[in-house]
């Protein structure tokens, strides 16, 4: 077994709930400290496979084809990565599959990521540690976040408090103030919004907010969202992508249905800052959304306080996640906690991912 202060090579695997496509990413790592940035790369889904897999979220599974389609992909993915690096795959030490979430239950102790992690060892020939929310969630957890505990090892030369948000499909944060982290889902992000342009305009996305930018704000409809309960619980807490009705929207513009989720999830944002123990220094914007301009215009006047991309200060914004999954597979491999009480709510620093081992 590896000490805690041998580093290895690692491979991260990243596919969010905006099903949008793969990412990869390469460190170099102790399980403390990130020593090596490798390379990185991102692959999008094609259309047909993104609406067919898409189809399957919020179920407690996909069918075996539609997994094997998934997992091959993830296995184009770091074959087109360790080309990309020149490097042996025997000197890379493990690979950090995340599979796709499809499912998100912690209150019944349930979280499904889909996703084959033996056959990619078998395939690539390097050791995978996959299923890594599973033993949080069985454990009282909520499994989710998974990405602070990387946070907190980039950011440990930075002057606190700051927060490390994540603008993916579901809004997460991560508040780092010395020794203190806390973390926990703050509501939609880019789900609703990227969900919403799709189904109105031969469109992906909302790029730089420029449909929202021109909308009007519909005050009534974000008032709705914001009674859920959710958002005065306390945190450690999680968040399904689904959990809040869209049709609330139906009938608006796409323009003003555009402005209005975007405001709902300023106003989410804000929210959360209720739950620090201190107000934020500065805020460090990760996740595809961190390209939305008018969003992080939005936010930092909310905030009152700067609100910047994560590249502002070195860090790979469109790999942070994949990354954070290539740490937690070496920490996993060493035994080394992956989830706290303060990002989890599990009731004492807890280990976790399932060991996929290379034949």
Not at 6 to 21: E, N, P, V
């Amino acid at each position: 077994m590896l000490g805690t202060n041998d580093a290895i090579w690692a491979i991260g695997l990243m596919s969010g709930t905006s099903m949008d496509g793969i990412d990869a990413a390469m460190i170099r790592t102790d399980g403390t400290r990130v020593l090596e940035f490798g390379p990185c790369l991102s692959e999008s889904y094609e259309p047909a496979f993104r609406q067919n897999f898409s189809q399957y979220l919020g179920q407690k599974s996909a069918p075996d084809e539609v997994v094997r389609e998934f997992t091959q992909r993830n296995i184009k993915a770091i074959e087109h990565l360790i080309t990309q690096s020149g490097m042996d795959r025997a000197d890379i030490g493990v690979i950090g599959f995340h599979g796709q979430t499809l499912f998100h239950d912690p209150d019944n102790r349930l979280t499904v990521q889909v996703g084959d992690g033996q056959l990619i060892a078998d395939t690539v020939g390097i050791n995978v540690v996959s299923d890594f929310r599973s033993n949080d969630v069985m454990s009282g957890g909520e499994g989710a976040p998974f990405a602070p505990a990387y946070h907190q090892a980039l950011a440990h030369d930075l002057e606190g408090p700051i927060v490390v948000l994540n603008l993916g499909g579901v809004g997460n944060v991560t508040y780092l103030d010395g020794d203190e982290i806390l973390a926990f889902d703050t509501g939609p992000a880019s789900a609703m919004i990227d969900d919403w342009v799709r189904r109105h305009a031969d469109l992906e996305f909302d790029r730089d907010g420029v449909l929202a930018r021109s909308g009007n704000i519909q005050g009534d409809i974000v008032g709705k969202w914001m009674v859920h309960p959710y958002f005065d619980r306390k945190p450690p807490k999680s968040l399904d992508r689904d959990a809040f009705d869209p049709s609330l929207v139906a009938g608006l513009s796409l323009e003003d249905g555009a402005a209005t989720l975007t405001a709902f999830t300023i106003q989410s944002l804000t929210r959360a800052q209720d739950h620090m123990p201190k107000a934020p220094m500065r805020w460090l914007v990760t996740g595809g959304g961190r390209h939305n301009g008018y969003m992080l215009e939005c936010l930092a006047t909310a905030a009152g306080c700067p609100v910047e991309p994560v590249e502002a200060v070195g860090w790979r914004g469109d790999e942070l996640e994949a990354e954070a999954f290539a740490f937690l597979a070496v920490r996993s491999i060493k035994g080394m906690p992956l989830s706290y009480p303060g990002t989890t709510g599990v009731s004492k620093p807890l280990t976790g991912g399932r060991l996929n081992k290379a034949a």
